[in-house]
């Protein structure tokens, strides 16, 4: 059974740059919740998709949008850079409709 | 707003004896509460989760506690073993709330040797 993969592990953007991070889900699971964990914190729920379209969202900006895919992977994608948005962005997977998550090891952006 | 508080930054047992993690809440709608676990380079693992229709849930040596009055729970780690140095986080959901999962700002314990 292959786990969450995510890439890349690591991106350096500057500031007003476009970014996109990927995510394969776990075999099987075709739920998938993105967050944002900054530093000496939790992660923070940025949204979830289910069957390709977004199933809920967190409090983040237009700009933080996403897309999944028929084989149920997914990406998300960041306009218009901030240097706030350093920080690590982990892909969940889960099945429908249940509450725990099976998380990716994250990709760490730095915007400069 | 934080509706999911881990007060404790962190922790420090010796081997062989209990940790306890502890976690608060304020969302009265959250009805189910999960424990995360994470190491370095890693994304968080799942551990241990509980219903709000329980007070009590057990697997192995991690016991998870909720008390809905005080909005509080709390994991117990018996015996501790130096493996179980990590990251803890503690999160919440609620079933009207589109299972968006909140996460508090996590407990860093340090097993002893």
């Known amino acids: 059974e292959t786990g969450v993969t995510q890439s890349p592990t690591h991106l350096i953007k500057t500031r007003g740059q476009q970014v996109t991070l990927r995510c394969s889900s776990q075999?099987?699971?075709?739920?998938v919740s993105w967050y944002q964990q900054a530093l000496g914190q939790g992660p923070q729920f940025i949204f979830q998709y289910y069957r390709e379209e977004e199933n809920g969202r967190g409090n983040f900006p237009p700009r933080f949008s996403g897309l999944q895919f028929p084989n149920y992977s997914s990406e998300l994608n960041v306009n218009a850079l901030e240097l706030d948005d350093s920080a690590l962005y982990l892909c969940?997977?889960?099945?429908?409709?249940?509450?725990?998550?099976?998380f990716g090891p994250g990709t760490r952006l730095t915007v400069l | 707003d934080q509706q999911v508080k881990q007060n404790s930054p962190s922790l420090s047992v010796q081997e062989g004896r209990i940790s306890i993690l502890n976690c608060d809440y304020t969302n009265s709608m959250f009805d189910y509460f999960l424990w995360y676990k994470k190491y370095p380079a890693e994304g968080p693992t799942f551990l241990i989760s509980?219903?709000?229709?329980?007070d009590k849930n057990e697997d192995g040596r991690f016991t998870v506690f909720l008390n809905k009055s005080a909005k509080h729970l709390s994991l117990h780690i018996v015996p501790s073993q130096p493996g179980d140095s990590a990251v803890y986080f503690c999160?919440?959901?609620?079933?009207?709330?589109?299972?968006?999962?909140?996460f508090g700002a996590g407990t860093r314990l340090f097993v002893k040797a």
């Open positions: 969940a997977s889960s099945l429908p409709y249940t509450d725990t998550q099976y």
């Open positions: 509980i219903s709000s229709i329980k």
């Open positions: 075999s099987g699971h075709n739920t």
């Open positions: 999160a919440a959901s609620a079933t009207t709330g589109g299972f968006k999962t909140i």
